[in-house]
């Protein structure tokens, strides 16, 4: 299986800072790459696929980037609504792996 | 509207089986990859099982952890998703996801979830 991991595990940071998290895969996935946001109680929710397109809906300050192993998601004009638990996933091959999670902290 | 609806979750003991559903709507199950993932108490998502579209011939893949145990079917005349879960072991005690891709894009639609617990 391809392992997926994700840094940092946690990051705290202010409304309008811009912040980035990296995801690492052990093997070339090409740009099959997601990343979730996750908040208590609720169901992931994609953001971004194929490592830089948004999702429908999606507010534009999450970009996304990367290709083969490397591959970061950034988040511009930090909103306290984006205070969760961000996921990466590669989809390139089976089984399907998640990253450990980073979880993002507004102050 | 896409909506995905899971039930059929619920407490079972250590060996016993347990049968998901997802209802879909707003959209047709077959012609989407659908794909069920879980998540244990206080952990990341885990991905276990996906059918293809019926362009694919509904083929099914799945993880490691659930293959020989867990089987992923598909009711196009009642636009559902199943979740046969036979050999439950306590370490199988999670809410469990189905959710809705397509090709080149991966869980775009979730739904809210049903929680199974194995436990004696």
């Known amino acids: 299986a391809i392992w997926v991991t994700q840094s940092p595990s946690s990051i705290t940071a202010s409304t309008g800072d811009r912040v980035t998290i990296t995801c690492r895969a052990s093997?070339?996935?090409?740009?099959?790459l997601a990343w979730y946001q996750q908040k208590p109680g609720k169901a992931p929710n994609l953001l971004i696929y194929?490592?830089?397109t948004l999702q429908t809906g999606v507010p534009t300050r999450f970009s996304g980037s990367g290709s083969g192993t490397d591959f970061t998601l950034t988040i511009s004009g930090l909103q306290s609504e984006d205070s969760a638990i961000y996921y990466c996933?590669?989809?390139?091959?089976?089984?399907?792996?998640f990253g450990q999670g980073t979880k993002l902290e507004i102050k | 509207e896409v909506q995905l609806v899971e039930s059929g979750g619920g407490l079972v003991q250590p060996g016993g089986s347990l049968r998901l559903s997802c209802a879909g709507s707003?959209?047709?199950?077959?012609?989407?990859?659908m794909d069920w993932v879980r998540q244990a108490p206080g952990k990341g998502p885990e991905w276990i099982a996906r059918?293809?579209?019926?362009?694919?011939?509904?083929?099914?893949e799945y993880a490691t952890s659930v293959e020989g145990r867990f089987t992923v079917s598909r009711d196009d005349s009642q636009n559902s998703l199943y979740l046969q879960m036979t050999s439950l072991k306590s370490e199988d005690t999670a809410l469990y996801y189905c959710?809705?891709?397509?090709?080149?894009?991966?869980?775009?639609?979730w739904g809210q979830g049903t929680l199974v617990t194995v436990s004696s």
């Open positions: 959710g809705r891709s397509t090709v080149g894009k991966i869980l775009d639609y």
């Open positions: 707003g959209f047709t199950l077959g012609d989407h990859h």
């Open positions: 059918i293809r579209n019926r362009a694919n011939s509904d083929t099914t």
């Open positions: 093997q070339y996935v090409v740009t099959q």
């Open positions: 194929a490592a830089s």
């Open positions: 996933q590669q989809y390139y091959t089976y089984p399907f792996t």
